[in-house]
């Protein structure tokens, strides 16, 4: 007899469960990771009446494999120039919500009476939303093209990355049972050279590869070749002491700014989805009904705990970050549950033996109920914000929404000069990251044999970068008081820099009485015989990074609308929409909305800046330029269907024959003034008369007696006819 692995017995009883709760979840309108979970739950050993999952470790596995596609697949939709748009509001509001929720779930643990390890850990379970479950959520719902999306994408990256320094903060404190704050520091530094010298890296060369390759390059070698950077990735993520699906990300955000991008995201979807079933499946697996029914006042408490908690400090966080209060409360609601980095945190204390057995089942617990919430929260996010827009008191609502006023030149010198210190601290920021692993790399390749070589190749590789950093000219952008300062801090800051940096290179090698002699030689050097072909090496470098990184930026990116609240947003036509036929002229949207349609895209049609006299058809996708409240109020407008006779079913439309006579109204009159379409809701298309057939007759042929009409109608109506 043939032996069947169990791994493949296994595989086939969760994708049986999965698939049958998957569709029976669509049917009900639940969200299909819900239906995942408790798919886990009915193949687990908890329960006996479906046949059980034996080989729990290899599911791990694949389960892993399934964290490591989703968070891939995130990146490839979310790309560091998106995170960056909404870097500085993201990180104080993930920032306040993740101190916020940390303090209260070890406040929680204290009330419980639980001990100080198991609180803290619970406080970390409780910070760290689901990146996963909520862009199946949104995605869903339809909410992705909302302009709130990417600041609540923006919190989910920055929660990622705190996530990575609670595990480093929560394994120092489970092990040595004090706080090391200097660890985390080091930690914080380490993890952010590590990505920026990941992307500088990716970005450097990928795009490059892949247009080298594009010729030859099938869908099949698209996704081996995407797969094996990802998992490359990943391998050097692991290595650096992050996590798997931080490297995961990494390498999506990088292939996102490729012209390849939409092409890699259409190959790995079916894969992603497969794995990403037998994650939330083998989530499911581990809910113990006994663990929950005994810690179930615990559950429902901590459960109202992290979706008040959360909407309250995000709101917070949001606000402070200057959002607008409904933005606010839209990613506070979008965002109120646990998921993969709570269960991760979670296992974390199980592995080092320093938490209890119960922590791990609760926090599966509030995750599933939260999971559940979550799509209720999402699809009513507007009902929700008008009521709380409601019950605020007038005042407060004002001063909420009272935002301070500038002119239109002080707006744009304020945010010149926001673009000026941010890029200057890029520049410096960057040159730094690339100096050090130039460093790092000699430094191990060499110390340890020939140090004078790895001294020589490293100032030899990192000269351009040090002449960028001490002699590239940066001038104010005008004479104003403050871009003065500004001028001078930044030089100042560039040359503190580079004398670390000089510093760390030269104190792996030689005692500090030479590092003084040696960096103004150096120097010297950079300033009088090599700045020229420093300049042009550099040069080089440079304009082959930023073509790189805006690669696709003219093809498919949009340009942002500065401070106001506006995005583009794509709808599409419904079939049965009142406005299909329509000129734009007839709907006047601009002057009943505010919001206007830029483009529509017809099959392979684009109509860009169309005309008043434009027509809108069914299954048209148009482009449109508006706040979220335009763009709500048009897209309900939009969808707005015919009022058709209630009576009349698709079933009951049908070819019916009729034989005409003398006493029938319409005979000896055209098909146009027979009335048999208004009568019948139909259509005449053949007439037989003497044996002869006439196919779609025309309108203005008489219907004489003894033809036989072929008419397509309401049969009930047509029968009264005869």
Not at 164 to 193: M, P
Not at 263 to 292: Q, R, T, Y
Request: charged share 15%.
């Amino acid at each position: 007899m043939i032996h069947l692995p169990p791994l493949i017995q296994d595989l086939a009883i969760i994708l049986m469960a999965a698939g049958f709760v998957t569709i029976l979840f669509r049917k009900i309108g639940q969200p299909v990771v819900l239906g995942y979970i408790i798919a886990g739950f009915l193949v687990s050993s908890h329960v006996g009446l479906l046949p059980r999952v034996s080989d729990l470790p290899n599911i791990q596995v694949w389960a892993e494999i399934g964290v490591i596609f989703l968070l891939f697949a995130l990146g490839l939709e979310f790309s560091f120039k998106k995170l960056l748009h909404v870097g500085g509001p993201s990180s104080i509001a993930a920032l306040v919500e993740v101190c916020g929720m940390v303090i209260l779930g070890f406040s929680s643990g204290k009330f419980f009476g639980w001990s100080n390890i198991d609180s803290l850990f619970l406080g970390g379970i409780l910070a760290i939303s689901s990146t996963t479950i909520i862009i199946r959520t949104l995605g869903e719902t339809g909410m992705k093209g909302r302009g709130f999306v990417e600041f609540v994408f923006g919190i989910l990256i920055i929660e990622d990355l705190v996530a990575v320094l609670l595990l480093v903060l929560l394994s120092t404190v489970a092990v040595t049972n004090q706080f090391n704050g200097k660890e985390l520091l080091v930690s914080t530094l380490k993890l952010f050279f590590f990505v920026v010298l990941c992307f500088l890296t990716g970005i450097f060369i990928l795009p490059t590869l892949l247009k080298a390759i594009r010729k030859i390059l099938t869908e099949e070698m698209l996704l081996i070749v995407s797969l094996a950077f990802c998992f490359l990735m990943v391998i050097l993520s692991t290595h650096a002491g992050f996590s798997p699906a931080l490297g995961a990300f990494i390498m999506g955000s990088i292939l996102a700014e490729t012209s390849e991008v939409k092409k890699i995201e259409h190959l790995i979807l079916p894969v992603k989805d497969l794995f990403a079933a037998i994650f939330f499946v083998s989530v499911g697996m581990l809910i113990n009904p006994k663990v929950l029914l005994e810690y179930s006042g615990q559950i429902v408490i901590l459960t109202i705990i992290t979706v008040f908690g959360k909407f309250f400090t995000i709101l917070l966080g949001a606000l402070i970050s200057r959002r607008s209060l409904r933005h606010s409360i839209q990613a506070g609601l979008s965002l109120a549950q646990i998921g993969e980095f709570s269960f991760i945190i979670a296992a974390l204390g199980i592995n080092l033996k320093v938490t209890s057995s119960f922590l791990y089942p609760i926090a599966v617990g509030v995750s599933v109920i939260t999971t559940f919430i979550t799509p209720y929260l999402i699809r009513n996010i507007d009902p929700i914000f008008v009521w709380i827009e409601k019950c605020l008191p007038s005042m407060k609502q004002d001063s909420i929404k009272k935002k301070p006023h500038h002119s239109n030149t002080k707006l744009e010198e304020r945010q010149k000069w926001k673009n000026n210190v941010f890029n200057s601290l890029s520049f410096i920021v960057l040159n730094a990251v690339i100096i050090l692993a130039i460093f790092s790399s000699f430094f191990w390749l060499f110390v340890y044999t020939n140090k004078y070589i790895g001294l020589s190749m490293t100032l030899l590789l990192s000269a351009p970068f040090f002449w960028a950093l001490l002699l590239r000219k940066a001038l104010p952008l005008s004479n104003s008081k403050k871009d003065r300062i500004t001028f001078i801090c930044m030089e100042s800051l560039r040359i503190i820099i580079v004398c670390i940096l000089f510093w760390y290179l030269a104190s792996h090698f030689y005692s500090i009485s030479l590092i003084i002699a040696m960096f103004l030689l150096v120097t010297l050097i950079l300033i009088f015989l090599c700045s020229p072909f420093l300049k042009y090496i550099y040069s080089k470098f440079e304009k082959h990074l930023i073509k790189n990184f805006f690669e696709k930026e003219n093809s498919t990116q949009a340009p942002t609308f500065g401070p106001w609240d506006a995005h583009i947003s794509y709808l599409v036509i419904p079939a049965e929409s009142e406005v299909a036929g329509k000129t734009l002229h007839e709907l006047k949207i601009r002057e009943t909305f505010g919001a206007s349609i830029a483009l529509i895209e017809r099959g392979h049609l684009f109509i860009t800046a169309p005309g008043r006299d434009e027509k809108l058809f069914p299954n048209d996708r148009v482009a449109v330029i508006g706040d979220d409240e335009m763009i709500e109020r048009l897209t309900q407008f939009l969808k707005s269907t015919k009022v058709f006779t209630p009576n009349t079913k698709v079933e009951n439309y049908a070819l019916h024959k009729v034989l005409v006579t003398n006493k029938m109204s319409f005979a000896f009159k055209t098909i146009r003034k027979s009335g048999i379409r208004e009568k019948t809701d139909g259509l005449v298309v053949g007439i037989e008369r003497h044996g002869e057939r006439i196919l779609n007759p025309d309108s203005m042929l008489k219907i004489l007696p003894d033809d036989l009409l072929w008419i397509v109608g309401d049969s009930s109506k047509i029968e009264t006819m005869n």
